[in-house]
């Protein structure tokens, strides 16, 4: 007879009852995770919204069979019975959605149970591009003044994979694209559409015409009544009252002040009309719907948004109100159980995303293989792809650059310019940052190389701050084909040290003032934030006046090799992290701002890279 341990015995009670999961367990002795998992299929929605998901379920059932061990999944329907817009005729607007709970066991009672909350989801929402809980960022607090529709400000952008998947990308503050969704319509249009400066000029004077009036209408009644009442007393209650005279001035004070910002309101309105801009689409830096700041309704295209609202051309009326005329796929991984990940992992490989276009009525751009997010996050596009596996990089030598330019296909923050020196061009690092030349996901691996020509002024400051080269890795946007280095934080960026930024990085510091000479410093750092690596190494000839050098940085293996004007100066073992797969460098200065000497400079030119 075969023999069985308690856990597997335990669990095979768990299998005769499972219907109601209610088979007392030791908890202690359980593994959650291979308990058999159940599917829901949770009918809901009005008209025929179930029944045009059958597809959906089909492909699902199609790719999970049976549900992960570990896991119950539950497919529904939300939100069927709303409107997409309540200002105007509209199709219906709804959710399914799948939603992942892994089980948990109540030591109490030795019964086990789908855990009560979940972040791992997976919607699909019909005639919108945005989710009751994942609302598009930018949202303004006041209406557009033709409809009830909300504005966005926000910049919106739809960025093709390699297949020719359609992805919705969004910014609404510095920093970079953030992705929102796949978005799938028969339409190119989305149903958004951005206001005009005659259109936001006029919503955003009515909005805080009817705000001031009703703060003026407010404030009057308040003098008119505390003036009565305080009309009213006797001497003696004049005398005992004493603080009414303060509270009629200092309302008087909030009516005056409103009457005239009504009136700054309507002269600055005035003299908008009079433009001869106002057709065009507005860019902002901000909307504030509580105080009148028309000043900010106007921004550089650099700098500036977009105001979005609602389109409700977008959609055919004569089309039924169930059927989805566009759709966007959101989806929220919680990784840290392995139920929810394998599930996601094998939605992500086999899930064909060509039924998301057929049921919104769209034309398949991939229609022979089949069409996964596993693919279209790992396919490279043909500009990434046109990059050979070994070779050199090209990278300006500025010698035909415009001087005070922006170094021509060069990413980062606007401040560092070519800069006349010597008769020659050269790129002027005379701020913090980072800068890098455009790349496109290829490894620095063992031999990989990169050399520039160094120069800094005669005088510069001890404390002039540092030059910085580093090397990461870091996660690549096929989609966008760029890198997502950083956060909004610039307590995350890799120019500085000793912080858990979510990827290893090598750093590497050129000081030419320190303690009878400059310095070279490197610095490995894991994922997670920690050391790795440290060594300082002092060098005679980086020093104050001796300022023309030729650097070359070179990966051996796991080593790192560093040459100043062909003279090897570090030969230093185990910098790069074996596990980690570096791909991107950028080159910055850090501490300069604490220089004493303002006009402290690095010019660099001469740059060449090889993998």
């Known amino acids: 007879m075969r023999s069985y341990s308690k856990t597997n015995w335990l669990l095979f009670i768990f299998l005769i009852v499972q219907g109601s999961l209610s088979a007392q367990v030791n908890c202690t002795q359980t593994d959650l995770n291979q308990v058999p998992g159940k599917w829901i299929w949770q009918q809901a929605g009005f008209g025929k919204q179930w029944t045009q998901g059958e597809s959906i379920r089909t492909e699902l059932k199609r790719v999970f069979p049976k549900a992960g061990t570990g896991l119950e999944v539950r497919f529904s329907i939300a939100f069927g019975s709303q409107s997409t817009f309540h200002h105007s005729p509209s199709p219906a607007y709804y959710e399914y959605y799948l939603l992942l709970k892994k089980y948990e066991c109540l030591r109490s009672s030795g019964k086990i149970q789908p855990e009560g909350e979940t972040g791992a989801w997976v919607y699909m929402v019909a005639n919108s591009l945005q989710g009751q809980l994942f609302p598009l960022p930018g949202m303004v607090g006041f209406d557009f003044h033709k409809y009830p529709s909300r504005m966005l400000v926000t910049h919106i952008k ?113 003299a908008a009309l009079a433009r001869k801009d106002l057709d065009i689409e507005a860019c902002v830096e901000s909307v504030n719907s509580h105080f009148f700041l028309p000043e900010k309704l106007d921004a550089p295209a650099e700098t500036g948004y977009p105001v979005w609202v609602d389109d409700p051309g977008f959609f055919d009326k004569t089309k039924p109100r169930d059927q989805a005329q566009c759709l966007i796929l959101y989806i929220r991984r919680q990784d840290s159980d392995l139920p929810k990940k394998n599930f996601m992992d094998r939605l992500f490989k086999d899930f064909n995303l060509n039924v998301l276009y057929r049921l919104t009525g769209a034309v398949p751009p991939k229609t022979v293989a089949a069409n996964t997010l596993s693919a279209s996050f790992g396919e490279s596009k043909p500009l990434t792809r046109s990059q050979p596996k070994s070779r050199s990089l090209p990278i300006s030598d500025f010698r035909q650059s415009v001087s005070g330019s922006f170094p021509p296909g060069w990413e980062g923050p606007t401040g560092v310019s070519i800069r006349e020196f010597e008769k020659e061009s050269w790129l002027a690092l005379t701020q913090d940052g980072e800068w890098n030349p455009r790349q496109y996901n290829q490894e620095i691996r063992d031999s990989f190389s990169l050399s520039f020509q160094v120069r800094w002024n005669a005088d510069i400051a001890y404390n002039s701050g540092l030059l910085q080269i580093c090397l990461s890795d870091l996660a690549y946007d096929q989609v966008q084909e760029k890198y997502k280095p950083f956060t909004n934080n610039p307590s995350d960026w890799g120019i500085y040290p000793g912080y858990g930024n979510s990827y290893s990085r090598v750093l590497i510091w050129f000081d030419p003032w320190w303690n009878g000479g400059g310095t070279l410093t490197v610095y490995s750092y894991n994922k997670a934030g920690f050391l790795q690596f440290d060594k300082r190494i002092v060098l005679p000839d980086f020093f104050r006046e001796k300022n023309d050098h030729r650097i070359r940085i070179t990966r051996k293996g796991n080593g790192l090799t560093v040459t100043d004007n062909n003279k090897l100066i570090a030969d230093l073992p185990s910098v790069f992290l074996p596990t980690a797969r570096y791909n991107f460098f950028t080159i910055g200065r850090y501490k300069g701002e604490f220089s004493d000497n303002k006009s402290d400079v690095f010019l660099l030119r001469g740059m060449e890279v090889s993998y």
């Open 158 to 270: 739809i960025e093709t994979d390699a297949a020719g998947n359609r992805i919705i990308y969004t910014k609404y503050r510095p920093g970079s694209y953030e992705m929102q969704g796949y978005y799938f319509s028969p339409k190119k249009e989305i149903p958004l559409r951005k206001l005009s400066r005659r259109e936001l000029f006029t919503s955003y004077k009515l909005h805080h015409e009817k705000r001031i009036k009703e703060q003026i209408e407010k404030f009057e009644k308040l003098v008119r009544e505390d003036q009565k009442k305080y009309d009213g007393l006797s001497a003696t209650e004049k005398k005992e009252q004493n603080y009414w005279p303060d509270i009629i001035r200092k309302n008087q004070e909030y009516l005056d002040g409103y009457k005239k910002e009504i009136n700054t309101l309507q002269a600055w309105f005035t």
